[in-house]
């Protein structure tokens, strides 16, 4: 079970607090630090000092760790244009050895789009739109050096592109989807994802939407098995029940309801917990929200009481 660190930088934290805890994911041992990819807060808090930029993070961090795979969760197509978020992966992926992993969504919270000038469409053309970034990105990505690529669609166009620059993973950076849509998302997944993630579900709720996604990529003659399933869970460890319910209040949920659909409780719950989802769903990766970005202890007790079991 691959298990990665998955932050939330949007409720306050800056670059440094972040690089310190890239830094201590990688020397824990962890597979991956990810960030989520928004502009503006969530719930209560001031949110200060403001939002990080997800890609300008990414790019610092491939500079000053060495070994973790670096990420979104997910990157939303309603915040930049194809053709320049192709250079930036690219770029960064260049910058880090390739090590990134592209998480790219359709874009959902319509606060941050008004509060920062960013035009969030209906959802069908929403998807529309999703769909061909990830036909754009990818044919960028994966056209050899000699060659251009072009695309004519409702809502982007390329002519004759260099696709330029190459990034560093051959053909490219793995692609992650995800999301509960019933119809278009699976289908999306079955022709882009290498991996599909489910964020905040429970195990029931996980294995059906796996299962649409295998349909959808039986259905366009995809092996099944060629796409990675994981999950996102917020997580809140201690070492007893009293640390548990610190951490659990420190990020203001509640304990009981963090138990039921999270990963909250002492190590070895939580390594029972995790057993469960892998038998029910079949996961071979979790992402572990971490919201307290202070609590570096937090991950060293995942890495030296939870890891080994698993």
């Known amino acids: 079970m691959d298990l990665r660190i998955f932050t939330e930088p949007q409720q306050g934290a800056t670059y440094d607090d972040l690089l310190r805890v890239a830094q201590a994911t990688e020397a824990a041992g962890f597979d991956a630090f990810f960030r989520s990819d928004h502009y503006l807060k969530m719930g209560d808090g001031d949110g200060l000092p403001g939002p990080t930029d997800a890609w300008i993070t990414l790019a610092g961090l491939a500079r000053e760790t060495k070994r973790i795979r670096l990420g979104t969760l997910v990157t939303a197509a309603t915040f ?37 000038a960013l ?58 989807i995800g999301g509960g849509g019933k119809k278009r998302t699976p289908e999306l997944a079955a022709r882009f994802a290498d991996e599909f993630n ?53 990020i203001g949920r509640d304990l009981g309801e963090l138990r039921e659909s ?18 029910k769903t079949g996961i071979t990766r979790l992402y572990l929200q971490v919201l307290d970005l202070q609590d570096l202890d ?13």
């Open 262 to 279: 999270g990963l909250a409780g002492t190590a070895a719950e939580v390594v029972d917990r995790i057993g469960q989802w892998r038998e």
């Open 198 to 250: 489910l964020p905040f579900a429970s195990p029931e709720a996980a294995l059906a939407q796996f299962e649409r996604v295998a349909a959808a990529a039986e259905a366009v003659g995809r092996d099944p098995k060629e796409i990675l399933r994981s999950v996102a869970l917020t997580v809140a460890i201690g070492r007893d029940d009293a640390e548990v319910a610190r951490r659990a209040g420190a």
């Open 119 to 176: 035009t969030l469409p209906p959802l069908k053309e929403r998807f529309d739109r999703y769909a061909e970034q990830l036909e754009i990105i990818t044919g960028l990505w994966k056209t050899p050096v000699d060659e251009t690529f072009s695309f004519s669609g409702e809502h982007y166009t390329v002519v004759d592109s260099p696709a330029l620059p190459k990034p560093a993973q051959s053909p490219a950076p793995p692609v992650i």
């Open 80 to 116: 930049r244009h194809p053709g320049p978020l192709a250079i930036s992966v690219a770029q960064v992926d260049q910058m880090s050895g390739g090590r990134v992993e592209f998480g790219l969504g359709a874009g959902w919270f319509d606060t941050e789009h008004t509060a920062y």
């Open 298 to 310: 937090h991950l060293e007790l995942i890495a030296s009481d939870v890891a080994p079991q698993l």
